[in-house]
């Protein structure tokens, strides 16, 4: 789905596929994940991020949707003014791969 500013109408195509009834679930959903990188643009809000991804994963959830262990993605926070090591080779294929 292409970003196209948060409260902009959805594609006509993606707003076909998703049944009417969840649409503004849906919505609710997109600005929950766009929020959980917002909140930290201009500061480290990571309590709010961490709130937001909570919003994500309770969405989810009450729409039997499985939960991916996110403990593989932690990356420990050292270096690089706080976004953590660069990722090595394997590490990001073993990310690919669990997409």
Known sequence: MPITGQGEPFPKDLVEA???ELLSEFDRLTQFVFETS????????IEDTKNYLLKVLDVASAHNIPIPDLGFYVNP???????GATLT???????????
């Open 89 to 99: 080779d394997e590490q990001l294929q073993q990310w690919r791969d669990t997409a």
């Open 18 to 20: 998703i049944p009417k």
């Open 77 to 83: 926070p050292i270096g690089h003014d706080g976004w």
């Open 38 to 45: 917002a909140t930290t643009w201009y500061c480290s809000n």
